[in-house]
Structures are given as C-alpha cells and as structure tokens.
C-alpha cells in the first residue's frame, strides 16, 4: 500500500479535474482503476520517480496524458511504428507515463471498455512492444512490491508538485536531501 505523500491531498483534486477534459479531447473514456489512483495519490512518481504516473490533463502542458500521447502519436510513424508488431498500430497506444530507463508505458486500447485494456511497454532505445495481461491496478502494484531482502524499504509516491518543491530547493526527489548527499 503506498502512502499518500504531502501535496498529495492537494495536487489530487486538481489531476483529477483534468480528466473530463482529457477524456473530451482524446474521446475515450480513461479507465477507473487509474482515475482511481489519481483521486486518492494524484500524478505523480513512485519510487522516487522510477515510474512515473501521469495526470489526465494539465492546461501548462507537459507530461499529461493528453500531451504524451500526441506528441507519440505524431512521432510514431518516424520513431516508434518499426518497433510495433503488424497487429498494433500507434494510435491504439495511449500513453499514460513512463519508467526512468526509458520505457514508455501505454494502455493498448483493444475496444471499447478501457477497464479492460492491457498495459503495454515500449523502450525509447527500441522495442519490442511487450504486452502485459492485465491492467493499470495490478501493474502499478507490482511496483510497490518490494523485493523481499535484508534492507527492503517502503516504496513510495511523490506528487508531482512536491517532486517540482524539491527540485526548485536543489533537493533529491527521492530522499528530500541535498543531491551531494
């Protein structure tokens, strides 16, 4: 289970009012496990930002999923369409965050109740698309469970606001402490 970190509770209600628009923009309607997520977390990273969770719609711009998937959409033809198997063209793929190594992770839209999409991930540095069975829940749960070890620590959510706090005070992210720490 994660915590909610601080900002969280402020930072949620306002990702979460972007998803009426995002949903009127792209005409699809994102699926509950992730509007889930956003109403109790908001965007944000977790694990530092190891994988990093989009808001629905941002009017700045940047990471939101509406942004992302545009700017994929427009890209795929030259950047990403060779790694994509015949079956699977780039506007099925909805991107909705990504993962520190370079992955991009997208809901693989397969009809019409996107409560059924699977999750799917694409390496910047080139593929393949690998498809994962089952849906944003249980693939944003495997991330929050730690690997068993003699120094497992709690994984942890940061919301995109306290993560841009931080950066501005020349803190890390991930630890809250000064970066030469």
């Not at 190891?50 to 950047?79: N, T």
């Not at 890390?172 to 402490?177: F, H, K, M």
Request: aromatic fraction near 12%.
């Amino acid at each position: 289970m994660l915590t909610p970190c601080r900002q969280s509770s402020e930072g949620a209600p306002h990702d979460l009012a972007g998803t009426a628009e995002a949903e009127h923009r792209l005409g699809i309607r994102l699926p509950s496990d992730y509007i889930a997520f956003i109403e109790t977390y908001g965007a944000g990273g977790i694990d530092g930002d190891a994988l990093w969770i989009s808001p629905p719609y941002r009017e700045s711009g940047g990471d939101s999923v509406v942004d992302m998937a545009e700017l994929f959409w427009e890209q795929a033809p030259e950047s990403y369409s060779r790694w994509l198997p015949p079956e699977v063209s780039a506007d099925r793929l909805l991107r909705w965050g990504f993962v520190e190594d370079g992955t991009h992770l997208f809901w693989l839209m397969t009809g019409d109740d996107s409560d059924t999409w699977p999750i799917a991930d694409l390496y910047e540095d080139g593929g393949p698309l690998t498809i994962h069975k089952d849906g944003f829940a249980a693939y944003v749960q495997r991330w929050c469970t730690p690997t068993p070890g003699p120094t497992t620590e709690p994984i942890q959510f940061i919301h995109w606001r306290e993560y841009e706090h931080l950066m501005e005070q020349g803190l890390n992210p991930a630890t809250g402490l000064a970066w030469n720490h």
